[in-house]
């Protein structure tokens, strides 16, 4: 089944292409701003926001392809963390993070064309993550490895940083990037998943 | 950090590199038998068997370097799943896995010469995976991809099959086949984790 991506990140281009997706990728540059506080509902909005703008700007050219958006935060004790600003805030989101558990939300909008209507499905997925204790020079090797810097709370859980991950409750890919399983399910149910 | 990893599992080797360890691979050719039915026992006595195995064959050329061995299987209703022996085996075992919740183990064993002594460190992980409900067709397009073959429980959970896993209660890289926040933790608390 083929999908546009309304997304620049690399991580959920290979979560959908292993799930056997075919994918073209198109990415608007909506504002991604939000006065949201409720994290479950601020990724639901951003991702409504980013798979629109693309579905608009693509109506034209597309005919039943749906367009899928989705947004990542980190939360912990009402706290929204976003990707780190430099270093030093990667430092301090990750020392927030050290042994304790935290939640990662993302939220996800199918857009389709139905009877000549733009229709819409949102939803997001929580997960569950529990951070060991980590050391200050754990945390500043990890930073020199860059690997923080464009990511949601400052970590990425597939690479190195996956040896301080020592457990989660949920669907693993949502902390990637994107409830895959979620995203299977949902286009089933609604009857749009098709060769 | 260097390992010694008596397991040919490409799995395995992708995580312990990518948590940043340097491995030399050696597989013996122990039986990989037991008539233990606990799944958490079974797989800590055949990762013990599996390091031992390799730690006295190489024994003389290694000084300090620690031999990881390793084994995983599916838990469900007290059935123990191991790698399927057919397509049909690989059906059976997926239509079983299908709408419910099953249990993964990796037992670990780490060996290490200390005071001119061989010492052995063995624990196991446990984590719940929920699979989704799946069809025939489903079940059947999976098997066509080959990817059950070589699987304990018949899947893998970070190829196309990931679509089908709803959500985990515990440590991912522990079905993929090895808890790698554990054996980190472990090798830490052991003073075994050097440069």
Redesign the interface.
């Given at each position: 089944m083929k999908l546009i991506l309304a997304s620049g990140s690399p991580r959920r281009k290979e979560?959908l292409s292993?799930?056997?997706f075919l994918l073209d990728i198109h990415v608007s540059d909506c504002k991604e701003e939000s006065a949201c506080t409720n994290p479950g509902l601020l990724v639901e909005e951003l991702s409504h926001e980013k798979a629109v703008a693309v579905w608009k700007e693509l109506e034209d050219q597309i005919a039943d392809t749906v367009v899928l958006g989705a947004d990542t935060v980190v939360s912990i004790f009402g706290n929204v963390l976003g990707k780190p600003s430099d270093e030093e805030d990667a430092y301090r989101k990750l020392r927030f993070l050290s042994g304790k558990t935290h939640e990662v939300y993302t939220g996800v909008t199918l857009v389709k064309r139905v009877n000549e209507q733009m229709q819409c499905h949102t939803f997001h997925e929580c997960?569950k993550v529990h951070i060991?204790q980590l050391s200050e020079e754990e945390i500043r090797a990890y930073i020199a490895t860059k690997d923080p810097m464009d990511k949601a709370g400052a970590y990425g859980?597939?690479?190195?940083f996956?040896?301080?991950?020592?457990?989660?409750?949920?669907?693993?890919?949502n902390v990637v990037g994107l409830p895959?399983?979620?995203?299977?399910?949902e286009l089933k149910k609604l009857g749009w998943l098709e060769d």
């Open positions: 979560l292993r799930a056997g997960t060991a859980i597939q690479g190195i996956g040896k301080f991950v020592s457990g989660i409750e949920g669907d693993y890919n895959v399983a979620r995203v299977y399910a």
